[in-house]
């Protein structure tokens, strides 16, 4: 998803340690895994990024399998 968005390199190690966080801190998993990825990546483009990537873009990358009113 980051190299089809042209993201900056350091969008995806701070995606995947964000994730590591989460999971880390719950006891659960979440009910849509795809969407929690998404959404770590969401967080880092917005941490790193000027030009951010957006929510339908995510959504489309993953298939529509969650809406982009699950990222808001």
């Known amino acids: 998803v980051c190299c089809e968005c042209d993201c900056d390199e350091s969008v995806f190690p701070l995606a995947v340690s964000l994730l590591d966080r ?4 719950t ?3 979440p ?3 795809s969407c929690l ?9 917005k941490l790193t990024e000027s030009d951010t990537v957006s929510a339908d ?3 489309a ?5 969650f809406l982009s009113s699950n990222l808001r």
Do not use: F
């Open 22 to 25: 989460y999971l880390s801190a």
């Open 31 to 33: 009910v849509s895994p």
């Open 37 to 45: 990825a998404a959404a770590c990546v969401l967080v880092a483009s």
């Open 61 to 65: 990358a993953a298939e529509y399998d």
């Open 57 to 59: 873009t995510l959504c």
């Open 27 to 29: 006891l659960s998993l």
